[in-house]
């Protein structure tokens, strides 16, 4: 069995959590003078992050493939604003509050994903029930 | 985990924002106080935010709220020529507080959506911490 548990899923964790402590950052500054929203590429980031896999170096066919993930690899950018204020902010919260939801949920799916991984490799590890 | 930080980004928005409601309270409830000397009446005052130190420039993408300090308005208090009122000066007048009522109403909605804002953040966060705690069970 060629095994390679949770291929991209801890990346995509781990840059969900980046967007969301991004886009929570944006939300709690919503009244701050002259604070820029920013948020990440979601694709980008992920694919950033994948390529830059760190893989253990075989000395025997016996060995097993082991990754390691390296620091994630931030991608922030600075949002447009469809509606600028007069204070130079340019956080609009429904806008973050919209993404900021959205983020959540696609965390979940990321977790449900991981989840019905686990849970396989568990029926196989027992053999059942 | 990288997710904790959201409850310190949330944690600084929600101490800023009360800031800025016992301000809002303060104002109101100094609303309409009046002096017979220009420089002992009640002014209004207001919040500045600002964010914390270089977070910008790094890039974890935290971004916490700091208070940079409560300034007094300047705008121009309201003179009453009053020569009944006991604290009128030699001429007569009394000088109205600059608390604008409405501004400060606003100020105090806008303050108390933010904190709801920060609050539904951090339980939305706890709720994915949690279930990430439980992966696999």
Known sequence: MKLQPFAHFEQALQQRALRNRVL????ANADTPNYKARDIDFGTALANASGSQLSLAKTSELHRNA????SVGADVK???????TLDGNTVETDV?????AENAVQYRATLAFLDGQIRTLRYAIKGGD | MSLFKVFDVAGSAMNAQSVRMNVTASNLANAGSVSGDADKVYRARHPVFATFGNALANETGV?????QGVIESQAPLQVQHRPDHPDADENGNIFVSNVNTVEEMVNMISASRSY??????????KDLLLQTLSLGR
């Not at chain 1, 929570?24 to 939300?27: G, H, K």
């Not at chain 1, 990754?67 to 390296?70: L, P, Y």
């Not at chain 2, 971004?63 to 208070?67: H, K, W």
């Open chain 1, 78 to 84: 600075y949002r447009i604003p469809m509606q600028p």
């Open chain 1, 67 to 70: 990754w390691g993930t390296s």
């Open chain 1, 96 to 100: 973050e509050q919209a993404a900021f």
């Open chain 1, 24 to 27: 929570s950052s944006n939300i």
């Open chain 2, 63 to 67: 971004a916490g709220v700091r208070l």
């Open chain 2, 116 to 125: 709801q804002n920060n609050v539904e953040m951090i339980n939305t966060t």
